[in-house]
């Protein structure tokens, strides 16, 4: 139906919808492309909204000729309208955080890995691969188990104990390469070349990367069909960044939804800032580093989309900004105190970005702010350690009148 | 002296099928990609642009992407390997 052909972001080749992620001719990436002409834009919303409770409701703009279905159901995460942030930040009105930890293994890329691993169906790979800091590990085990697919999942040796867990136990092959996550991907995009699988976010990463466009329907549909004002989102490769931006695009485009394209805010730790580094300098192209911060999950020193990121930060009047680790532990704690979502590491790096941009006073009281919030709390537990007290008492009423401080408020 | 440079999948079919070439030639990079350009003509438009790697290739030695040596002029030594990659992959 709408889905045409992949082309090249680049020079604008086009290639069958096949397992295939570069050009030929310049390496450029590979996209997919639609065609929306005809399309009804009321009967596409009747649609939406009578569709299942599942990314499958934006099936219309996902790359399949029929809707796919899933093992394991993912996306409709909570759209919440943080009041008490927003008072924390000076009395900003309307900032929402939308929770993507609550997705079946709590975190965003469970959307990329249902495109990917249905469009891996279709194609008729029986193994599905990945190169992941963790989150992505995660997602690919689990939707494999679910699937009845066999399974390979590379990761960096040093990851979060959590998130290690977290992938072995769906009973996936799970390798550990001694390297950083950019050793991981080069070992991968080698093995890509000589495995007949499906590498999610190698040579199905045209598929994939679609998936980030539902973070955006979402947000635009449980809004009541209307364009936030800014976003603010983490950045590591920059697909997820490019992807949203791709998807409040199609929207107001094709008229499903009417406004301005969003400003775009992206979040780096500065342990790995090679797009915000990039951002500053006025480069349009991003000089590699080696990532050395406790968001690991961020920790992509190589970033393939930083050159897209740079030109949707810019193209929409928004910004790229850089964070410390004590800035993202702060942010965690933020967001838990004012919200009661305990987020991962990255997520404390967007939600200290989104403070950096309302301290400089940048954003109106009135505004629509959405802050995604990629990931979950419990698989990084390390950044929680030591930011909060504990009192140890004996279990007599006067231990606890010694020793425990009585709220301010009560 | 030898150096074995990998050829990516997406490039194969310029150099026959194969996943790895020889080439005889010392020095930096810029002058083991010259070698491979003599052997296979083509190559050099696919993998460069006004002298500069296209935006969307990476390169290793020794597994070491060479941005984080000295680009194009980073030394290659006797016998270690030459990596050539499409820089769009992977990601989060």
Known sequence: MAVDALKCKECGQTYPLEARFVCEHCFGPLEVQYDYSGMDVEEAKRKIQAGPHSIWRYSDFLPFSEPPKSALDTGLTPLIHATRLGEYLGGLKNVYIKNDAANPTHSFKDRVVSVALAKAVELGYTVIACASTGNLANAVAAHAAAAGLDSYVFIPTDLEEQKILATGVYGTELVGVRGNYDDVNRLCTELSAEKDWAFVNINMRPYYSEGSKTLSYEVMEQLGWEVPDRVVSPIASGSLFTKLHKGYSEWIDLGLVHGAIPKFHGAQASGCNPVAHAFEEGKDFCQPVKPDTIAKSLAIGNPADGPYALDVARGTGGTIEQVTDDEIRAGIKLLAHTTGVFTETAGGVTVATLKKIADRGEIDPEERVVVYITGEGLKTLDAARGTFEKYEIDATLDAFNTFVPTPVTA | ?92
């Not at chain 2, 080439?23 to 083991?32: F, L, P, R, Y």
């Not at chain 2, 290793?60 to 980073?74: P, Q, S």
């Open chain 2, 1 to 92: 002296m030898a150096i074995t440079v990998k050829i990516p999948a997406q490039l194969r079919p310029v150099v026959g099928g194969q996943a790895a070439v020889q080439v005889d030639a010392s020095g930096n990079v810029s002058q083991v990609l010259d070698a491979l350009y003599d052997e296979f003509p083509e190559l050099r438009e696919r993998i460069s642009e006004n002298g500069e790697l296209r935006r969307f290739v990476n390169v290793y030695v020794a597994d070491e992407d060479i941005r984080f040596g000295d680009g194009l002029n980073t030394e290659v030594a006797d016998g270690s390997e030459v990596t050539i990659l499409p820089a769009v992959a992977g990601g989060a």
